[in-house]
């Protein structure tokens, strides 16, 4: 009867209780099921082998704006040690020149290579204009004996790799979101490469050591909107009338604290409007030539009460010389790991062509050199950051430098056309040659 005893005293309590344990155990079964299912993805996710890690890891890197391949390695260090490397018998420099694929980078890097100076090229190979442009000069570099590793002033990493293989003794830092107008589509590209690049750069170089002399771009840019001329060097630099223009300004000021604190050799360089073979094609000289051979109608912008938009006009060999008379008479740093030991050099110069040019002359010269009439469209100066003229006062670089323009806008011009149009394959009706 002892079954008779264990029953429950209604019958339905007994149905109850068994309806529970079904509830019960259906319960635990559901929470066994995703306590395993929790455990796996535990496991996945941090037991998973570090190969795949780091993959994924070096997957989303190389999805970032930095723009940085692969880079290290006994080939890699191989690379940038041969092209660091002062020819035998001279006492020379071991440049890193960064935005070496841009315009002046490259001329400036040839240069050095040329007289025998060790030069290793940065740059990071952005869409701003026409990355088959840069990749043409990159050629153009590799020809000459100058290696440029792809990547970004703002990868640490990369800059303090490059530092440990090679001990530069100068840095010419190029690299640049340049242009007035696209600051007002992106303005962010302006303080991520011409402020947080040049923090970057100099946060690597002052822990140094040695610490490099380091001579950089700045901008004409900087005069804003001051009305007196030539523009001076002693002259104020705080009325900007771009983004661009107060990001090198900024620039300056950076410089300025950076050789306070840690002691560091910086000379800035004020280019004025700078043209020539291998230029920018968003200047105006570049795509003044692209449109008149197509036919095509050019802006030629006017001041208010029909003032003449001058520009002090560079050709490209002059910036050069001035350029690599700034790394010449560079003084060394005079930091150590980051520490200052004493006072150091802090520079900055006008490097323009002391003769403005209104914009209509350009275009007439280009008309008599492709032979062909522009199909010109007058327009009022838009309020993008454009100022109506420009005009170098060049006495400090002359004393200091030793530097002395020699082209006119003439002559410069015509070695542009010749270049471009021999670059481009065109004929001076624009049309594509057979090669």
């Known amino acids: 009867m002892k079954h008779i005893d264990s029953a429950p005293s209604t019958p339905g309590k007994f149905k109850m209780e068994k309806a529970s344990y079904k509830r019960l155990h259906s319960s635990l079964a559901k929470l066994t099921f995703w306590s395993l299912v929790f455990l796996g993805l535990i496991f996945v996710f941090f037991f998973r082998s570090p190969a795949s890690s780091s993959a994924s890891v070096q997957s989303d890197l190389s999805r970032r704006?930095?723009?940085t391949t692969f880079y290290g390695g006994p080939e890699f260090e191989r690379k940038v040690r041969g092209s660091a490397k002062v020819r035998s018998?001279?006492?020379g420099m071991s440049v890193l020149v960064t935005g070496a694929a841009g315009f002046v980078g490259t001329h400036v890097s040839l240069a050095l290579k040329r007289r025998g100076d060790g030069v290793v090229g940065l740059d990071s190979f952005n869409d701003y204009y026409d990355p088959s442009l840069k990749r043409a000069r990159q050629a153009?570099?590799?020809r000459g004996g100058v290696f440029v590793v792809e990547g970004d002033i703002n990868d640490g990493a990369l800059l303090n790799k490059l530092f440990d293989v090679v001990a530069f003794t100068h840095v010419m830092h190029l690299?640049?979101?340049?242009?007035?107008r696209y600051a007002m589509e992106n303005p962010g590209s302006y303080v991520h490469s011409?402020?947080?690049?040049?923090?970057?750069l100099l946060e690597v170089c002052k822990s140094a050591n040695p610490q490099p002399a380091i001579v950089w771009a700045s901008s004409s840019s900087v005069y804003g909107l001051n009305t007196k001329v030539p523009f001076s060097e002693k002259d104020r630099t705080d009325q900007p009338a771009s983004l661009y223009a107060a990001t090198k300004k900024a620039g300056e000021e950076i410089a300025h604290t950076y050789n306070h604190i840690y002691g560091l050799s910086l000379t800035g360089l004020r280019f004025f409007t700078v043209y020539g073979p291998w230029g920018r094609p968003d200047m105006a000289y570049f795509f003044f030539t692209r449109d008149i051979l197509k036919g095509k109608p050019i802006p030629i912008f006017e001041a208010s009460n029909h003032g003449t938009v001058a520009r002090d006009f560079t050709f490209i060999d002059d910036i050069v010389k001035g350029c690599v008379s700034a790394l010449d008479t560079a003084e060394k740093s005079t930091g150590s790991g980051g520490k200052k030991k004493g006072p150091a050099q802090l520079r900055v110069y006008n490097l323009g062509n002391t003769s403005p040019v209104p914009?209509?002359?350009?275009?007439?010269?280009?008309?008599?050199?492709l032979k062909k009439k522009a199909n010109r469209m007058v327009m009022k100066l838009p309020?993008?950051?454009?100022?109506q003229f420009t005009h170098a006062n060049i006495s400090l670089a002359q004393r200091e430098l030793d530097y002395k323009p020699t082209t006119d806008l003439q002559t410069g011009l015509k070695k542009f056309v010749r270049w471009y149009l021999d670059y481009y394959a065109v004929d001076a009706d624009g049309k594509k040659k057979s090669r």
């Open 89 to 91: 018998g001279r006492r």
């Open 140 to 142: 153009l570099l590799e």
């Open 175 to 180: 690299a640049a979101q340049a242009g007035v």
């Open 383 to 387: 309020r993008n950051g454009d100022v």
């Open 359 to 369: 914009v209509s002359d350009l275009v007439t010269i280009l008309e008599k050199l």
């Open 194 to 200: 011409n402020i947080a690049g040049l923090v970057n």
């Open 65 to 67: 704006s930095l723009r």
